[in-house]
């Protein structure tokens, strides 16, 4: 696919649903779990994976360590939205996207501007006491010494992300569901499509213009009408310069 042809796309459309995984904030210098420079194949200290340290049971028996990993590898709190975000904001400003479903927990579609944000693993800008439901912003997270505690009960305060072993939000998956069965262009962006339950939405789309942009292959490739292997940074800077 070229640029014209996606531009094209978005020109004779105002019911378009964006989809994105990891690979639409690397370009704003977040890291991305699975490929080679990844989090997941770098070499820890710890004797755990990443992924142990990133299940509900250790964040309950290791919580310490748990945040340790979690403060140092998950939160980028000097991240901005790259074009990807800005021009995503933009489509829908002018009414033409109706949501973004993100994998994604760093709230950098919100910074960029969108309002119909669908995050189906959480965001580190929204943390509850376990105890008392009581709110912390991203902040406190940081700026607690050790394990961050609530000012209210002292009961644990956890991050609202989706960790291993926990599932979904119900509510969420089904509205991601209505709207990508209801869309009529529906664009999927930086993953690798390997991740489930969220990878299985592509399953929704009824329609004949799905759009894949990654930088490497997925399994769903040979379901896209259209194909982009490039960064997606780029490709949406075209559409808005």
Known sequence: MDVDTFKKLIDNSDNIVFFGGAGVST?????????????????LKSIYTPEEILSHDFFIHHTDEFYKYYKSKMIYKDAKPNPAHIALAELEKAGKLKAVITQNIDGLHQMAGSKNVLE???????NYCMKCGSFY?????????????????????KPDVVLYQEA??????????????NSDVFIIGGTSLS?????????????????????TKTPYDYRANYVYYGNIGELFSRLIN
């Open 195 to 215: 991740v489930y339950p969220s990878a299985g939405l592509v399953n929704y789309y009824r329609g004949d213009k799905l759009v894949l942009i990654n930088k």
């Open 137 to 157: 912003d991203l902040d406190y997270i940081i700026e607690s010494e050790n394990i961050p505690l609530c000012k209210k009960c002292n009961g644990i305060v």
């Open 120 to 126: 189906l693993h959480g965001s580190v800008h929204r």
């Open 27 to 43: 370009e704003s210098n977040i890291p991305d779990f699975r490929s080679a420079n990844g989090l997941y194949n770098e070499k």
């Open 168 to 181: 979904l939000d119900s509510q969420i998956l089904e509205d991601a569901v209505n709207y990508i069965m």
